[in-house]
């Protein structure tokens, strides 16, 4: 696969995942991830360091299996989480995105710039959360996939919930 190749191959299912969690077609968003897949928001040690062992500090967000992305899109979709209802409405924002051929050939790296708008219905206000976003990908099926989501957020003081629909 050519740099150009890996580069659309990456963006598109960047692009894809963003757009599927603004409409919130989370049946979609789930079938872009990998039946193994990690997604971690780590938290921050100090001003210039996050997280980095999900074993033994803190992160905002830490799923390390599919299927629990799949029980937290359930509670989502069923109503059943407090902190969802009513739904916030996002607008997700990728740039810059980077891609990195991993050097066996079985994956492939890739960074973005992310921002989400958000605008909590309940309280009529906007909110911005803003990062970068390191991505995993690998082959599954013939379809590219995501097998880990780690995003640093760089605006951690949060006024808004974090959650997966948000980053």
Not at 46 to 56: G, I, K, L, M, V
Not at 58 to 77: C, D, G, N, P, T
């Amino acid at each position: 696969m050519s740099g150009a190749e890996a580069l659309a191959a990456a963006t598109d299912l960047i692009y894809r995942e963003a757009l599927a969690l603004d409409e919130r077609r989370w049946d979609d968003w789930l079938a872009l991830y990998h039946e193994d897949a990690e997604f971690w928001v780590p938290s921050w040690k100090n001003e210039d360091e996050p997280t980095a062992d999900t074993e033994n500090e803190i992160s905002l967000i830490y799923i390390s299996a599919r299927v629990q992305l799949e029980e937290r899109v359930a509670r989502v979709k069923s109503g059943r989480s407090a902190a969802s209802t009513p739904m916030p409405r996002t607008a997700h924002a990728i740039s810059n995105v980077l891609v990195e051929p991993e050097a066996n050939g079985a994956g492939l790296t890739a960074r973005a710039v992310s921002a989400t708008h958000i605008f909590d219905v309940r309280r009529r206000e906007p909110h911005l959360l803003f990062g970068r976003a390191e991505y995993r990908l690998v082959r599954d099926g013939g379809a590219w996939r995501i097998r880990r989501k780690k995003v640093i957020l760089l605006n951690d003081y949060l006024s808004t919930i974090v959650d997966f629909y948000t980053v």
